[in-house]
Each structure stands twice: as structure tokens, then as C-alpha cells.
């Protein structure tokens, strides 16, 4: 089996460490035989979406976001199709914004993909530090860090996860992340799918089942290191007790 994973734009959305997520998709692949491809898509460049198994889009600053703009626009419609179809996606932090109708940055609107029903505006204080989740798509708790300005508004859709720790999608610590079909947007950094292996085998589990049909029954691996790193990290901020 072979699982194609496409990079979005990483020229302009590269900060905080978050092309670990590809690495880490592409890693827990090969160490189940799998084949794995990744696919770094610049910006201007066409895209074939019916190649894509998975989409990893990163966070980025706002300049980039803006930058972004006049492309995101032209693969508007086949990124929206590819979503409706099922399509994988792991949007982070900025990337999570432009799923939406429109960031708002002071008086400059930037228009998003308009994929999901959300919207984000920026507020002047940053919320920064670690975050830990409760989420049903995964046994542990997600853990990750949180570094924004935006203060996204999700209405009616599914948060990500229940914050137990940290400020969340509006600053207030009740919910975190949208999830809609196979898309998580999401604020966490980290990056976050190394120290939270269910949710990276979410992700190539939706993906393998999308490409080949059937249930995706994925070996199991020993995350022994990764899953200790979580503990810690949840021990540390007191949210074992929780």
C-alpha cells in the first residue's frame, strides 16, 4: 500500500516546527511496510488533488497568510471538492484560520477558503504555552503548544478537543481545533502528531480507508518514548488529576 502525502505550501507556511507532522506520517508508514510519499506543493504551483491521500497545511504568519491569498483562491474550489469528498487535512494554526470565511487583522480582511463554517479575528494579546486536549479521537490526552493571536469562532461545528489546560480557540480554555469529515485544523503546535501517535494514525487510517476501502486495521507499534513524553508533559501541568 502507498499513501501520498501533500505538503502545502511549505515556502510560506513553515514556522514552529509543524513539517514534523509529515515526517511523522511518513515515518509511522514505513515502519509498517508501507510506502509513503511525500509531495511539497509550492506556492503557484497546480495541484492534483485526486493524487492526494493526505493534505498537511502548517502555520505561518500573517504575512504569509496574505501572501497566500491570490493562490489559495485559484485551488479554492478543488480544495473544497476534495474536502466534501473525504479528503484528509491536518491544517495548523494559520492554515487552520484560512479554512475558514476570513481572518481579520485590524482593519485588513484576509478572505479565506470558506470550506468551513468558522472565522478567526486577531486580538492583541497572544496566547502562548502548552495546551493539553481531551478529545474523543484519541485514548490519551493531546498535548502541544499554543502560540496565537487569533481568536477563532467555530459556531456549531466539532471542536477538536475539550481544553484541560491552556487558552483554546478563543482564549476563554473551553474548546480547541474544529474536526469536519477528515479535516483537523487545529492550534497546536509542537509539532503535534510526534508526542500524540493516535492522532497521527487517525489521520492514515482515514486515508487508507479512503484510497482502498474497507476498515484500515493498522499494526500496532510500540510508542513507548512517545507516549512517555505525553505523560510527562500531562503530569507536569497537573492534568492527570484531572
Known amino acids: 500500500m502507498k499513501v501520498t502525502i501533500g505538503h502545502l505550501y511549505p515556502d510560506l507556511f513553515n514556522l514552529y516546527g509543524d513539517s514534523g507532522n509529515v515526517q511523522c506520517m511518513k515515518k509511522r508508514l514505513v515502519w509498517r511496510g508501507m510506502e509513503a510519499e511525500v509531495l511539497p506543493l509550492g506556492a503557484g504551483e497546480e495541484i492534483d488533488f485526486g493524487k492526494l491521500d493526505i493534505l498537511v497545511w502548517g502555520g505561518g504568519s500573517d504575512r504569509g497568510q496574505a501572501l497566500a491569498v491570490d493562490y489559495l483562491n485559484r485551488i479554492q474550489p478543488d480544495f473544497k471538492q476534495y474536502v466534501e469528498d473525504g479528503g484528509v487535512v491536518l491544517a495548523v494554526c494559520g492554515a487552520f484560520q484560512l479554512l475558514g470565511k476570513y481572518y481579520k487583522a485590524g482593519e485588513e480582511i484576509i478572505k479565506g477558503l470558506d470550506i468551513l463554517d468558522i472565522y478567526t479575528e486577531r486580538c492583541d494579546q497572544r496566547l502562548v504555552g502548552n495546551i493539553v486536549l481531551e478529545s474523543p479521537l484519541s485514548d490519551t490526552p493531546v498535548v502541544g503548544f499554543e502560540n496565537h493571536a487569533g481568536r477563532t469562532v467555530i459556531g456549531d461545528c466539532t471542536p477538536f478537543g475539550k481544553v484541560l489546560y491552556g487558552r483554546g480557540n478563543t482564549g ?71
Open 172 to 242: 476563554d480554555g473551553g474548546y480547541e481545533g474544529v474536526v469536519y469529515k477528515n479535516v483537523i485544523g487545529t492550534y497546536l503546535h509542537g509539532p503535534l502528531l510526534p508526542k500524540n501517535p493516535q492522532i497521527c494514525d487517525w489521520f492514515l487510517k482515514k486515508a487508507l480507508e479512503r484510497r482502498y476501502g474497507g476498515d484500515a486495521a493498522l499494526t500496532e507499534l510500540s510508542d513507548e518514548p512517545e507516549l512517555r513524553a505525553n505523560r510527562n508533559m500531562v503530569k507536569r501541568l497537573g492534568c492527570d488529576k484531572k
